[in-house]
């Protein structure tokens, strides 16, 4: 692959090439990248979802173990995540980049494929976005929009005591293919002829470098007819989001621990990590599961679905937050002890 | 002032402190900071414009002599600018930062109060955004929802020959008063009592730091019954802007050199340092002016409006585009020789 330096384009020359042929495919997309703003025409009647995120090179994803192409893919999808997380559609995304020299432009198109690639794959329209030059590294900031019917968006603080909480999927595998990774870099460092095995791992590799997000349950609520009463993604753990839909709804929780759904792969490198599973899988965050409380009279609808495991339930607030041991008896009070960069560093 | 580490707070904390009291006041606003995506309810009937920028520390602004507040305030306005140029009312923002560890939390306030100032003064609601710690400076993304009225959004391409080429205000201030602010660290290195001299001078350091979106002009059109054929504002420099409204309009244009409006500061700036004026004013950028095109029918209307000043026309595309002299006679083709980072750095 020929390496062409970023600067022999300049940066209309640089979009040009990264959003060539880029044509807007959802109807709502009136005017796509190209003006100083998009213009977008959702219908009437809908509620339409704004969220946003920031990714920095060597605080959210280290380029030694992260193909640009993946990067791409998971800056897209993960906020894809968070319009899902509203029981909405995404619809659109712009996307900025600030771009150190030591990136060429074929570094720039990989990046970009990935984008694309999710956007193709969810159905989303690349609208904007804004390209520079960063003394340091690379950062990515996108921002999407998408819709929910009027009324229908699921906030953080519908939650009632007796509510069912549920997640989706399996927690916990992200983080331990983070842990998987930054091992076989230090084995790595400085050897060239090193080769990771991931054999047996492949999932929670994948779970890290790939993630996807919960369209599938999104789409599975609406046509069991079931509207959470309040639900959100899981990025910084289980407990951390958890405690955050308590506060907003003014209400306690039960946990149980025998519950929480964690893969086979999870559980063998947290041994193998002599880690403490259960920590993993409540505070690993990157999981981009759902999280949701459904009333209880959803009980039997809900157990229908596949994916979806009912964990506990919700309280008066003063019972405060907790998470119920094996024995069915203890209680630990649950803790955010998410993944915290700006306290960590 | 006090100052407080960021990692006291958390990420959490932090944005508590920064959005605490933060009440949308749009009407479209219907849920804003606190969950995974803000919620919008816009009216049928209406185009929906989003725009979005990134300013990276040392490639955007040099804090040496911005007060961030100051740069809050320009890194919102910017934004607003892009909407208004749509012919728009910017409504909402988000607001991502990237913080590394020399700023502390009073800084962050600071920066917040530049942003929610020119949110106050152009009705904008902020409705969410990102908060992360940067190994590298400071990282500022925003991005800005506005609405028009359904098909009144005026883009770039439009522009027909025969129309009236106009543009708000006056050219080039910006850039002078940051080549004086320039000068002025030069000049102030390693002395700590230094105190840079602008007297006189405040009007183009006010441009360079203070800059205001031309909500003013849009208003005043729409009022005069104008709408333009193309809009955009100039933050790369008349020629640039220029040359992309004839290749998006499939059009050439011809400027005339005495009609470029520049105040008398920027001029005396110009002669001080020994730099050429009409580049200053063609290719020196972040003016935030409106560039248009009228019917040559809005001639007599568009006479009358106050700050608005006719500076050429636009041709057909094979006639190219062309800056003419004040001998009225001769001709220097236009070229984009607008700041361009990507090919800079």
Redesign the interface.
Known sequence: MGQTE??S????G?IDRLTGGLVPKHHST??GV?????????????????????L?????FDLTYVPLKHLGYKAAVVNFS??Y??N?VPR?I?V????S?RFTVEHMEELYAGIRLACEIYGVDI???????????L?I?I????E?G?GN?V???GAKPTDIICVSGDLGAAYMGLQLLEREKIASAGRKDFEPDFAGKEYIVERQLKPEARRDVVEALAKAGIKPTS???ISDGLSSELLHICK?SGVGCRVYEERIPIDYQTALMAEELNMNLVTAALNGGEDYELLFTIPLSAHDKISELPGVREIGYITEESKGCALVGRDGQSEIPLRAQGW??????
Chains 1, 2 share one sequence.
């Open positions: 970023i600067s384009l300049g940066e209309f640089l009136s005017l190209g003006d100083d703003a998009a213009v977008l025409e959702y219908p009437a009647e809908t509620d339409i979802l704004v969220t946003t995120d920031m920095l090179e060597n605080v959210h968070d319009i997380a509203m909405g659109q712009t900025s980049l600030g771009v020299k609208i904007g976005g804004d390209t520079c030059a960063s003394h340091q590294g950062v900031s921002t999407c929009i998408g929910a009027r968006a906030r953080r603080s639900m959100m993604d907003q915290n960069p700006l306290a960590e560093n």
